[in-house]
């Protein structure tokens, strides 16, 4: 997993293994790049929680609530394109049930996705587990699930559903397109 993002949980930095450039992102031109990504103004978002080898938003970090008071059940949020249409397909394959499956056949898997949901619950002014599942043994959705193990990293039921998204990034920087910087 290549993966570029601000500073984690620790204050450290992580980065990709090529040292891409990148461009240098305003907060302003991350948000037009985020509105762009999801086709409407982002609701509630804080910031970029990790970026692509591109320097792009991937994921971002969300307010417990959104501009109209609303609560916002999830603390990251996935906007890459590409990452969103790969785990649409393993979603559209039974995907959830599979985790959900490996959930009750893996005791270790089991454990670190409960520390994972410990972790989300600390972040969310409301406790919520990833994905806002009232049960943390289904995993509801899986681009959650991505977008926890991009921002905080030690999510193994995330990394799978990164490493089944293969090829994690587009090759074609296809977000450079969403900013007129000309």
Known sequence: MVLMTDANESGGERTTDGGAAHPPLTSEEDRTVVAAQIGREPRAMEGVAARCVFGYPAVTK????????????????????????????IEGAGGVKRYEQALQDEPELHAATMESHARHRAL????????????????????????????????????????????DWCANVRCASLLDRG
């Open 62 to 89: 969300q307010a417990p609530v959104d501009r109209n008071g609303q609560p916002f059940p999830t603390a990251f949020y996935l906007t890459c394109p590409h990452l969103v249409k790969q785990i649409d397909r």
């Open 124 to 167: 969310t002014k409301y406790g919520n587990n990833i994905a806002a599942s009232s049960n943390p043994d289904h995993p509801k959705c899986l681009h959650a699930h991505a977008a926890f193990e991009l921002a905080m990293g030690d999510h193994p039921m995330g990394a799978r559903v990164l490493d089944e998204a293969e090829p």
